[in-house]
């Protein structure tokens, strides 16, 4: 399995920008989907973007309009770029492919503190 790792993360006032970077340990040509998940405080990880080999692309109701997704294949390369960023988006950021199985292992996360 292709290991997936986020970095990036850091501290930013309300309203600022952070881009999230992805590094994988092989080739993503070949893995039919991607994306970058987020676990905040007091809550499980869940799905905010997630990107497919057809190049269609969703995004969570919270982060639509916000955040952008960008894959850069030939370089094994996946970013998010965050904007207009609020306090609910603190938490810590991971990438991943999509859909994840019992066996899909996560890397350490990145985290992402936004403050008012």
């Known amino acids: 399995q292709v290991r997936m790792v986020a970095s990036g993360g850091g501290s930013v006032q309300a309203g600022g920008s952070l881009t999230l970077s992805c590094d994988t340990s092989g080739s993503i040509n070949g893995i039919p989907g991607v994306g970058w998940y987020r676990q905040v405080p007091g809550k499980e990880r869940e799905l905010i973007v997630d990107?497919?080999?057809?190049?269609?692309?969703h995004y969570a109701d919270s982060v639509a309009g916000r955040f952008a997704i960008a894959i850069y294949a030939d370089r094994n390369l996946l970013l998010l770029q965050m904007n207009d960023m609020r306090p609910e988006d603190t938490g810590v950021y991971y990438c991943n492919v999509v859909p994840i199985s019992p066996r899909t292992s996560w890397g350490p996360g990145t985290q992402v503190t936004v403050s008012s």
């Open positions: 990107a497919y080999r057809n190049r269609t692309t």
